[in-house]
């Protein structure tokens, strides 16, 4: 038997002569089940000693263990620097399906029933080319929605409400991606404040659905009911088409550092579970007080196990990996590319066609490894969000206090035509997972309104939360009544949006940025459920403008294969499915050496043509100009272009309808640009 067979079948399963549980611990030295009573969740009526195989899987029998029943496990070993035994403790099946609470801070592990209709549902499985990913937390997405029904807000139901299907839809993004819905809790310090860890990265159990997004019915019914409930969400967002994505928090968990609480792997093999030293002291390289050691292989193997769970058993999509980069350290706490769960997250053919994206990056010694993981990931591409905020934000200050700007067209051209600097051939621009915002920072108006995080709310006194924004107030700290600046701010908006959704590679929109979502100056607010976070569905009329600009920008980049190559061309070659580019400056005329390098040219031209295998030849030319001050381009002439279609410009707060009449301008044609705006053309 290899190692791997050793460790199948781990936690719950049925069998012939009852339910078998199956927990893996090195250097326990006595495992119990408890069985908890169904009416009486204080009373242990049953106890069962676990017998140890040889490669350190205890397992046990009884018909008892079977859907509903509460269970934990008492473990006991040996001292030392690096355990944490104790043998009172009632800890969680790192494998459990479902938990409840049975008190403050208690927690049991539940025997679930997997049962579920999928009634022929299938996953989408949309073409990395056609995705779009719109990140939102489930409470998050519908609390605020007055047009579904109030018991359903704030829940699995409600994501999966058809007012919110109709709203993902019409946007035209094909994936949700929600913030962590594994169990979880909140830490303790924020206990202490009154505070909660909203956006959930403080796991507590890798395979159970977090009970509180669930309806109240769900949850009064147990955790099967919840269960069923989140499966019920997926199923109806596969039927629309929208795929699932999961932010999977497997760097660290809840039972915090060396002084947290014991829940679950402290207690049942410390040593292995979480990274020490062997004084046993532990290596946090992920800021949440442990890291969870995946140079272990049963370590990997729960990792692995978890994925292929949700993956097949739950149907989801893909997984995007917090703090990814400590799931790639060795033995020695060094990040390696061709770390085995690397390499079994994409290669093991149960999780064949699950999208895989990697935050590349954590806080400890070489944790920023942005464009270092192996072919097969994606990754979110940090490079991008810096150069965009760049360009359109911190440079157009730099001009207004400074009369110069930082940078010119050069590194933006890079990161729009897919960074192929950061990512190599072999995986394309598609391994980049552009974004400009995420949960974490300020929400894309606030880019433009806050020079400063305003997070005292968070009751750190202002500490906490990056201070490198790369943002700018237009002149006036938070909310203003000067139309001048409100229109500059929304063009700054409109420009950050286009810019992300017309560039080669992965993108991703953070739910509410496609009305102008506020969080006050907030860039950090992970402890906030309230309306500070939520939401809202009553939008003033500039946030409708937004929403239509951001809807018709989607749809412009569906119709418009060009803008969305799954490969970087070569040079001399034409490759398929990788569009051909040519850069004009703001005469027409190709790009000189001085035109890429110079921190005083603003203005691009970027002429892409598909190479299409699946869709019909397109053509599109991208004007970006970046000076807060109009200009005139010539349009450029180039072979086969007759005449260029203008599908959008980024100075108008509201898309053209669709009865708006053709404009179509002559190759060579002398253009007035608006300040700091882009427009897109159909290239025929």
């Known amino acids: 038997m290899t190692h791997a067979d050793a460790l199948a079948n781990l936690g719950i399963r049925q069998t012939a002569s009852g339910g078998e549980i199956r927990v893996w611990s090195e250097n326990a030295s006595q495992i119990e089940l408890c069985l908890f009573d169904h009416k009486d969740s204080k009373w242990i009526f049953k106890t069962v000693a676990l017998t140890r195989d040889a490669n350190n899987v205890w397992f046990g ?20 620097p690096m355990n944490s035994f104790d043998p009172n403790a009632l800890l969680l099946d790192p494998y459990a399906r479902g938990l409840t609470r049975t008190g403050p801070d208690i927690w049991r592990s539940v025997v679930v029933d997997n049962d579920f209709n999928w009634n022929g549902s299938v996953k989408p499985n949309t073409p990395l080319d056609h995705t779009v990913i719109y990140e939102g937390h489930v409470k998050g997405l519908s609390r605020l929605n007055n047009r579904m029904p109030e018991h359903l807000r704030g829940t699995y139901a409600g994501l999966a409400h058809e007012t919110t299907i109709s709203y993902l839809k019409k946007l035209g993004v094909t994936a949700v991606q929600l913030l962590p819905v594994h169990a979880f809790v909140s830490e303790r310090r924020l206990m202490k404040q009154g505070l909660s860890n909203y956006w959930g990265y403080n796991t507590l159990n890798f395979f159970s659905p977090h009970s509180f997004y669930g309806t109240r019915e769900a949850q009064a019914n147990g955790p099967s009911a919840v269960l069923r409930e989140f499966k019920g969400m997926v199923k109806l967002l596969h039927e629309a088409g929208l795929e699932v994505i999961l932010d999977v928090v497997y760097n660290h968990t809840a039972e915090e550092g060396p002084n947290g609480p014991r829940t679950s792997f402290r207690g049942i093999d410390n040593a292995n579970y979480y990274r020490q030293t062997k004084s046993g002291n532990y290596i946090d390289v992920t800021g949440c007080g442990n890291s969870v050691n995946t140079s272990v292989p049963a370590v990997s193997r729960l990792v692995l196990d978890s994925l292929k769970y949700w993956a097949n058993d739950v149907q989801i999509d893909g997984f995007r990996f917090d703090l990814a980069a400590t799931l790639g350290r060795n033995a020695d706490a060094y990040f390696d590319p061709q770390h085995p769960i690397l ?124 201070d490198n924004n790369m943002s700018y107030n237009h002149g006036v ?49 992970y402890c906030h459920d309230s309306e500070l976070t939520w939401l809202s569905w009553d939008r003033r009329k500039w946030q409708n403008g937004l929403w239509q600009t951001t809807q018709h920008l989607l749809k412009l980049r569906h119709e418009n294969p060009a803008l969305r190559p799954s490969h970087f061309g070569v040079f001399g070659e034409t490759t398929p499915s990788a569009s051909q580019m040519d850069w004009y400056d703001a005469d027409g005329d190709e790009m ?31 004007v970006i100009h970046g000076i807060e001050s109009p200009t005139s381009v010539i349009l450029p002439r180039h072979e086969g272009v007759a005449g260029y279609t203008l599908l959008w410009d980024s100075n108008d707060d509201t898309p053209p309808g669709e009865d708006a009449p053709a404009i179509v301008f002559a190759p060579g044609t002398e253009l007035t640009v608006s300040a700091s705006s882009l427009q897109l053309f159909r290239a025929d």
């Open 61 to 80: 029998r009884t018909k008892s263990l079977t859907p509903g029943r509460k269970y934990a496990l008492r473990v006991n070993g040996p001292d030392g």
């Open 343 to 466: 390499d079994a997250i994409i290669s093991d053919p149960e999780l064949k066609d699950v999208k895989m994206i990697a935050e590349p990056w954590d806080v400890g010694m070489g944790g920023w490894q942005t464009g270092n993981f192996p072919e097969g990931w994606q990754e979110w591409n940090d490079r991008y969000r810096d150069r965009m905020r760049k360009f359109w934000l911190r440079d157009v200050r730099s001009m207004r206090e400074h009369g110069s700007p930082g940078d010119g067209v050069g590194m933006l051209a890079t990161r729009l035509a897919g960074s192929s600097n950061t990512f190599s051939q072999t995986r394309g621009p598609l391994a980049s997972v552009n974004f400009i915002t995420a949960h974490d920072g300020f929400t894309l108006a606030d880019l433009t309104a806050y020079d400063v995080k305003h997070n005292v709310g968070n009751g750190e006194s202002n500490r906490d939360g990056t």
């Open 477 to 525: 700290e938070g909310p203003t009544t000067n139309r001048v600046i409100e229109a500059s701010r929304r063009r700054t908006i409109r420009n950050m949006m286009a810019t992300l959704l017309l560039s080669a590679g992965t993108p991703m929109i953070t739910a509410g940025d496609e009305f102008g979502r506020s969080q006050k100056g907030n860039n950090n607010a």
């Open 592 to 622: 000189s050496v001085w035109d890429w390098n110079s921190a005083e040219n603003r203005t691009l031209q970027f002429l892409a043509a598909s190479t299409p295998e699946r869709e019909e030849f397109n053509r599109i030319l991208l």
